[in-house]
């Protein structure tokens, strides 16, 4: 009898133990992150993504790219829409999924222009480097924000990348064309991000 009511006792320490594990996630349901911690991750990607509109536009006032583009040679590159009136439109989660892909793109396209910059060695081209580093670190930061809002997940195509540049004037073109669109990127999902924020609880 003694060991049936050990076994008894166990077997409802464990449910209650399972009963108080169960109240526990529906409280922390019910209550969400702090709205002004959410606001202040939300400031933080403000600042990265400016962070990096502003390295974009240092590397693009290199002299050598002070000549046009004649050629397009990405095709893969995420489309930016950079229309004032698109911001009223954004829905929250979504959003967050699409500039998620979006950066994951340009992670892929970046890395692969450095890696072409490095093995030809052209010194005239700025290190990306430093570029890719805070690509890596906003990625992140999105990401935590995904996660906590549950929005979907978009899958990332493998981006159709040019052919290995075979001349000087390739990799110069080839990397004001990805700064450029960089540019326009960062610009855009930085008045995306204040938006985004602005519709945050108060």
Not at 23 to 34: E, R, W, Y
Not at 153 to 161: C, D, Q
Request: aromatic share 8%; with cysteine; net charge positive.
């Amino acid at each position: 009898m003694k060991e049936v009511s050990s076994v008894l006792g166990d077997s409802s320490s464990s449910l209650l133990l399972s009963l108080l594990l169960a109240q526990l996630h529906l409280l922390a349901s019910a209550f969400p992150a702090h709205p002004r911690r959410i606001q202040t991750d939300f400031d933080k990607l403000t600042n990265q993504t400016r962070h990096l509109l502003k390295l974009t536009q240092d590397l693009l006032k290199n002299p050598v790219f002070a000549t046009e583009i004649d050629h397009h040679r990405f095709k893969s590159l995420p489309a930016i829409s950079s229309r004032v009136g698109d911001l009223t439109t954004l829905e929250f989660k979504p959003t967050l999924s699409q500039l998620y892909a979006d950066l994951k793109s340009f992670e892929h396209h970046f890395e692969w222009l450095n890696r072409t910059t490095r093995k030809q060695q052209h010194s005239s081209v700025p290190k990306l480097t430093d570029m890719i580093s805070h690509i890596k670190s906003l990625i992140h930061s999105l990401q935590r924000q995904i996660i906590r809002a549950e929005a979907p997940r978009i899958p990332v195509p493998s981006p159709s990348l040019p052919p290995n540049p075979a001349f000087h004037w390739e990799v110069v073109q080839s990397s004001q064309e990805l700064l450029q669109q960089f540019r326009l990127f960062c610009d855009w999902a930085s008045r995306v991000f204040l938006t985004l924020k602005s519709r945050l609880p108060a």
